[in-house]
């Protein structure tokens, strides 16, 4: 969300901003990371997707928080752009999670692409440390670009 965030704050050509945005988001799946594992599980569903959810629905209030603390853009345009970014970037992990939910045929090659091409690392035995400063690297570069 923050790195789309950047993308929207760097790039003057709004069509092109969130194509990069959305993009930007396969391009970090590559890095080994963390998730939430928010899908359908058969025990206990509910409260490991509750947990799980409420754990993202905090990770996105806060991407906006950060996102309205470090840009400094001075017009509502500019604004808009970077918040659109923002949610265009997060926009495969939702298309990804309609189609756990409901099954779409279209969403069905989206999400091949994306849970087994872009995310292969996932499935790779990467020690935690190296996942965590995946993203607190990508954090940091995000940040520093919103400032710019």
């Not at 923002?86 to 692409?113: G, Q, R, S, V, W």
Request: a positive charge; glycine letters at 4%.
């Amino acid at each position: 969300m923050l790195f789309g965030a950047a993308i929207g704050s760097l790039v003057r050509n709004i069509p092109l901003a969130i194509i990069l945005a959305f993009l930007s988001h396969y391009l970090l799946d590559l890095f080994p990371h963390n998730e939430y594992p928010i899908g359908v599980n058969e025990k206990n569903q509910f409260a490991i997707n509750l947990s799980n959810i409420l754990k993202a629905l905090t990770d996105f209030a806060l991407g906006i928080i950060f996102i309205f603390i470090f840009y400094n853009g001075s017009s509502i345009k500019d604004w808009t752009l970077v918040y659109i970014c923002a949610l265009t970037a997060n926009t495969p992990d939702a298309l990804a999670l309609i189609n756990e939910k409901f099954k779409f045929n279209f969403l069905k090659k989206h999400e091949i692409f994306h849970t087994k091409k872009v995310h292969f690392l996932k499935y790779k035995k990467i020690p935690t440390f190296w996942r965590i400063l995946s993203q607190v690297s990508i954090f940091i570069l995000a940040i520093f670009l919103l400032k710019i």
